[in-house]
T-cell receptor, first 113, second 110 residues
Framework: ETGVTQSPTHLIKTRGQQVTLRCSSQ?????VSWYQQALGQGPQFIFQYYREEENGRGNFPPRFSGLQFPNYSSELNVNALELDDSALYLCASSLGRSGNEQFFGPGTRLTVL | GQNIDQPTEMTATEGAIVQINCTYQ??????LFWYQQHAGEAPTFLSYNVLDGLEEKGRFSSFLSRSKGYSYLLLKELQMKDSASYLCAGVDNYGQNFVFGPGTRLSVLP
């Protein structure tokens, strides 16, 4: 059984650019949630995908968008990057959408210059 | 609103017991998670309380009072490796929105 994986590990972009982050869920899990974690703070919920459909969204602007594929892997896309988007982006997978335990990936560290 | 509050930092001694508190607004939450996060690493699951009471799992225990909007994580026989951030997270009734607290950074001293 493989765990949650994310790519890339680190990424440097400039303001205004677009970025795509990827996540492979743990085997057997059909739900993926994305979080943004600024340094020294708790993760902030971005959105959740269940069986390829968005199943909830936090307080993030529309330039944060996502996809979930038939194999339950997922992408997070951020357009028009801002300096404040610099953070650790965490992906977590779980089974079902009823608040089950979430398993986190190692994260992608995004730096916007 | 769905605010979750935790102390920012705590310090304890190796071998001691420490209790990390978490308070939250009672409306909208259906369960409470505790996660451990070492610096530079992903959070790892510790416990999940959906009913009132104490859940014990080895050296770690977690307590929930839904009517009071209060939870705590109890760590016994502290070890140096327990130095980490401990995150309290609420789950809404639909499991759609996970709200994390700011995390409590615990330092275990020899």
């Amino acid at each position: 059984e493989t765990g949650v994986t994310q790519s890339p590990t680190h990424l440097i972009k400039t303001r205004g650019q677009q970025v795509t982050l990827r996540c492979s869920s743990q085997s057997g899990h059909n739900t993926v949630s994305w979080y943004q974690q600024a340094l020294g703070q708790g993760p902030q919920f971005i959105f959740q995908y269940y069986r390829e459909e968005e199943n909830g969204r936090g307080n993030f602007p529309p330039r944060f968008s996502g996809l979930q594929f038939p194999n339950y892997s997922s992408e997070l896309n951020v357009n028009a990057l801002e300096l404040d988007d610099s953070a650790l982006y965490l992906c977590a997978s779980s089974l079902g959408r009823s608040g089950n335990e979430q398993f986190f990936g190692p994260g992608t560290r995004l730096t916007v210059l | 609103g769905q605010n979750i509050d935790q102390p920012t930092e705590m310090t304890a001694t190796e071998g001691a017991i420490v209790q990390i508190n978490c308070t939250y607004q009672t409306s909208g939450f259906n369960g409470l998670f505790w996660y451990q996060q070492h610096a530079g690493e992903a959070p790892t699951f510790l416990s999940y309380n959906v009913l009132d009471g104490l859940e014990e799992k080895g050296r770690f225990s977690s307590f929930l009072s839904r009517s009071k909007g209060y939870s705590y994580l109890l760590l016994k026989e502290l070890q140096m490796k327990d130095s980490a951030s401990y995150l309290c997270a609420g789950v809404d009734n639909y499991g759609q929105n996970f709200v994390f607290g700011p995390g409590t950074r615990l330092s275990v001293l020899p």
